[in-house]
Nanobody, 115 residues
Framework: QVQLVESGGGLVQAGGSLRLSCAASGSISSIANMGWFRQAPGKQREWVAIISSGGTTNYRDSVKGRFTISRDNVKATVFLQMNGVIPEDTAVYYC?????????WGQGTQVTVSS
């Protein structure tokens, strides 16, 4: 089992910044992919950014140039630096850990962007 604990969400004004963190513990593997997903009210969960164990990153188009995903493999932690946030970024953000065909999820952290 893998446990994920997120932190760093909150209320921010449009144009501001937030940094989300997610610490993994338990039966973790250094070769697992990690990432961030989000779910806005009334919408399906969508992926935001993914980072491989080797540091390869992918972003959904709407956050490219604004968000940066990174990870610390020693501390088994993944980060999401959110700059230039817009009201459309408002959602519950979930940390994801993927390894050997299994997805693990954090409890989610609320991000609210005011206009």
């Amino acid at each position: 089992q893998v446990q994920l604990v997120e932190s760093g969400g909150g209320l921010v004004q449009a144009g501001g910044s937030l940094r989300l963190s997610c610490a993994a513990s338990g039966s973790i593997s250094s070769i697992a992919n990690m990432g961030w997903f989000r779910q806005a009210p009334g919408k399906q969960r969508e992926w935001v950014a993914i980072i491989s164990s080797g540091g390869t990153t992918n972003y959904r188009d709407s956050v490219k140039g604004r968000f940066t995903i990174s990870r610390d493999n020693v501390k088994a932690t993944v980060f999401l630096q959110m700059n230039g946030v817009i009201p459309e970024d408002t959602a519950v953000y979930y940390c994801n850990y993927y390894h050997s065909g299994i997805n693990y999820w954090g409890q989610g952290t609320q991000v609210t962007v005011s206009s």
